[in-house]
């Protein structure tokens, strides 16, 4: 297949799946905010095609979030008796990717570009496809939660459980990248690994963080699923993937492999320290 039709191919398929899932919910509520979270996307992709940057893409995946989050909460909410529970959920999510977006956007403006998009913005068909698969990463990621919030968390010994895993995940994250800028700044460090603090025990603990906060948000909107929108809870599992397999992790590894792949240092830190966590 031609790569410029692989790429407009790949783009319809992951809007298909999305709004097939969304419709899937029994909700109209969802099934727009998914149509809002690709048209967000699609919006600013023109801009960032025009000059050819990457530098707020991250940014457009938070506002994406926020905005969907925003407009289930204000859609199902009754104003004279609102559902506490979809509140703090969205404000959880919410404080989540202003904190991560404005993180990355802060990262990569210092670095003055993100590395993977080096060969993606020059091609139109890739650059498209992988602001398409933005969407959908907010889209599906998202989807238990903002299907919780339309229908109502309710606070159960879950709900609970899910705010605690939550909070944990947060820290992570947040520890992670303060640990790992912080040692990105002194220039001693310059082209070392950082194997201190949480990294000791982690190679990609940030990631971890991210992991284990989605999982906390499943739990939370676990108890508001009706019948069979409990399938959303796939969730947690999309972001897993996505991490470990496809945009985070293994472009980290490989490129920690060219940078230090013949040192005996860092050959032993992977040796004894998990990806993620024990066998993940």
Same mark, same amino acid.
């Given at each position: 297949?031609?790569?410029?039709?692989?790429?407009?191919?790949?783009?319809?398929?992951?809007?298909?799946i999305?709004?097939?899932?969304?419709?899937?919910?029994?909700?109209?509520?969802?099934?727009?905010?998914i &149509? =809002?979270? %690709?048209?967000?996307?699609?919006?600013?992709? *023109?801009? !960032?095609?025009?000059? @050819? /940057?990457?530098?707020?893409?991250d940014?457009?995946?938070?506002?994406?979030?926020?905005?969907?989050?925003?407009?289930?909460?204000?859609?199902?909410?009754?104003?004279?008796?609102?559902?506490?529970?979809?509140?703090i959920?969205?404000?959880?999510?919410?404080?989540?990717?202003?904190?991560?977006?404005?993180?990355?956007?802060?990262?990569i403006?210092?670095?003055?570009?993100?590395?993977?998009?080096?060969?993606?913005?020059?091609?139109?068909?890739?650059?498209?496809?992988t602001?398409?698969?933005?969407?959908?990463?907010?889209?599906?990621?998202?989807?238990?939660?903002?299907?919780?919030?339309?229908?109502?968390?309710?606070?159960?010994?879950?709900t609970?459980?899910? &705010? =605690?895993? %939550?909070?944990i995940?947060?820290?992570?994250? *947040?520890? !992670?990248?303060?640990? @790992? /800028?912080?040692?990105?700044?002194?220039?001693?460090?310059?082209?070392?690994?950082?194997?201190?603090?949480?990294?000791?025990?982690?190679?990609?603990?940030?990631?971890?963080?991210?992991?284990?906060?989605?999982?906390?948000?499943?739990?939370?909107?676990?108890?508001?699923?009706?019948?069979?929108?409990?399938?959303?809870l796939?969730?947690?599992?999309?972001?897993?993937?996505?991490l470990?397999?496809?945009?985070?992790?293994?472009?980290?590894?490989?490129?920690?492999?060219?940078?230090?792949?013949?040192?005996?240092?860092?050959?032993?830190?992977?040796?004894?320290?998990?990806?993620?966590i024990?066998?993940?």
């Amino acid at each position: 297949m031609n790569k410029n039709l692989y790429f407009l191919f790949g783009s319809l398929i992951s809007f298909l799946i999305s709004i097939l899932l969304g419709i899937l919910t029994g909700i109209d509520i969802v099934k727009n905010s998914i &149509i =809002i979270s %690709f048209f967000i996307h699609w919006f600013l992709f *023109i801009p !960032a095609y025009i000059f @050819k /940057t990457e530098k707020f893409f991250d940014l457009a995946g938070s506002f994406t979030y926020i905005s969907i989050v925003l407009y289930v909460l204000i859609s199902s909410n009754d104003y004279k008796e609102p559902n506490i529970g979809s509140i703090i959920l969205s404000f959880f999510i919410i404080i989540w990717a202003i904190r991560l977006g404005t993180f990355l956007y802060i990262r990569i403006k210092k670095a003055g570009e993100d590395k993977r998009f080096r060969e993606i913005k020059k091609s139109f068909n890739w650059f498209f496809m992988t602001w398409t698969f933005s969407g959908m990463w907010v889209s599906i990621c998202s989807l238990c939660a903002i299907t919780g919030i339309s229908n109502g968390i309710k606070f159960t010994e879950t709900t609970y459980i899910g &705010i =605690i895993i %939550f909070i944990i995940g947060f820290l992570i994250e *947040i520890i !992670a990248d303060s640990q @790992k /800028t912080s040692f990105r700044k002194k220039i001693e460090n310059r082209d070392k690994f950082i194997t201190k603090g949480l990294w000791r025990y982690s190679r990609h603990p940030n990631y971890l963080g991210e992991i284990i906060l989605w999982i906390g948000i499943s739990l939370m909107s676990y108890s508001a699923l009706e019948g069979s929108q409990i399938f959303t809870l796939i969730s947690p599992v999309f972001t897993y993937v996505l991490l470990v397999y496809i945009s985070g992790i293994n472009f980290l590894e490989q490129s920690g492999e060219k940078k230090w792949g013949n040192q005996k240092e860092y050959k032993d830190y992977k040796s004894r320290t998990p990806r993620l966590i024990w066998f993940l």
